[in-house]
């Protein structure tokens, strides 16, 4: 378990709901004991139930790089803000896709799309 100080820099480092939000994607942290999950969601158009094939991969693809990305960008602000080294170790990922809208006449879909990724922390 870190420490208290240094589990509240990384809170703040990974808090994305007051100024540091997206509008197209939103990413996430909570944290359990010695693991943070970091959440991915967007949402994707699709034209047709057909084309969730071809897009979902490029979506999923699309937020393991975000996740990368976040989890680098968190690293280094680590660094910084207590001048050690932070050690994120992923441990598991997953997805989940949702119909939000969904019409027998219209052909376009609309899905949640999320991606979970949990890290041990050390």
């Not at 158009?45 to 084309?51: G, K, Q």
């Not at 680590?78 to 939000?100: C, N, R």
């Amino acid at each position: 378990m870190l420490e208290t100080k240094k589990l509240n820099a990384l809170g703040q480092i990974l808090e994305t709901s007051w100024g540091k939000s997206s509008d197209e994607f939103k990413c996430t942290a909570k944290f359990h004991n010695n693991l943070v999950r970091i959440t991915y969601s967007t949402v994707v158009y699709l034209a047709s139930e057909r084309s969730m094939n071809s897009q979902i991969p490029n979506v999923a693809l699309e937020a393991a790089e975000r996740i990368n990305s976040r989890i680098k960008s968190a690293k280094k602000e680590y660094k910084e803000m207590l001048g050690e080294s932070l050690s994120l170790k992923e441990v598991s990922s997953d997805e989940d896709v949702q119909y939000i809208q969904a019409s027998s006449v219209n052909p376009r879909k609309v899905v949640l799309y999320r991606r979970y990724a949990d890290f041990e922390v050390s």
